[in-house]
């Protein structure tokens, strides 16, 4: 692909936001970002990393500027309480793989990342495990004491036990 074909480009990112590429910057030899503008000329940059397609006169970028204001702080050493406010202890630690937060210490356990709901305070949503095994055709699909999640669930609906999985979370 030639720069010049990328001027005037329209670009798209995975949250809406919409514009055109004014300027291509470049370090060391290799483009580093586009410089865009959107309809009112407010410029953003667009890092050449975070495209995920260029087809059709447009290229579509991943949003990561939205994602990064969105984020907060992970505050560790705050007091930590279940939902109906019983003292965990302190929020200790976070566990996290690829980017992706697993687990938090509060006290002397251990809760998955996305049942911690955190600010002055940490708060430890209920979660629902499975009390027996989700069996089909005599294999174990969910294992007893997994936690009930949206990727659990997911799983079970496309094994065709959404139902079965459900009732053994109760």
Same mark, same amino acid.
């Given at each position: 692909m030639k720069v010049s074909d990328l001027y005037?480009?329209?670009?798209?990112?995975?949250?809406?936001?919409k514009g055109y590429i004014i300027s291509v910057n470049a370090s060391a030899g290799r483009l580093e970002c586009l410089i865009c503008a959107d309809e009112?000329?407010?410029?953003?940059?667009v890092d050449i990393n975070?495209?995920?397609s260029a087809e059709n006169n447009k290229i579509i970028y991943e949003d990561r500027e939205s994602?990064?204001?969105?984020?907060?702080?992970?505050?560790?050493?705050?007091?930590g309480f279940d939902e109906k406010g019983t003292y965990l202890g302190?929020?200790?630690? @976070?566990?996290?793989?690829?980017?992706?937060?697993?687990? $938090?210490?509060?006290?002397?356990?251990? @809760?998955? $990342?996305e049942s911690v709901l955190t600010g002055d305070v940490a708060i430890v949503k209920r979660v629902?495990?499975?009390? $027996?095994?989700?069996?089909?055709?005599?294999?174990?699909?969910?294992?007893?004491?997994?936690?009930?999640?949206?990727?659990?669930? $997911?799983?079970?609906?496309a094994e065709g036990e959404y139902v079965q999985t459900n009732l053994k979370s109760i």
């Open positions: 005037g480009k329209k670009v798209e990112s995975t949250a809406g936001k009112d000329e407010n410029e953003f940059a975070n495209i995920v994602a990064i204001k969105a984020a907060k702080p992970l505050r560790l050493g705050c007091a302190f929020l200790e630690e @976070y566990t996290f793989s690829k980017n992706k937060l697993l687990k $938090a210490k509060i006290g002397k356990k251990t @809760y998955p $990342a629902k495990r499975i009390k $027996a095994d989700v069996v089909k055709d005599g294999r174990v699909i969910i294992k007893k004491g997994t936690p009930l999640t949206a990727e659990v669930l $997911a799983t079970a609906e």
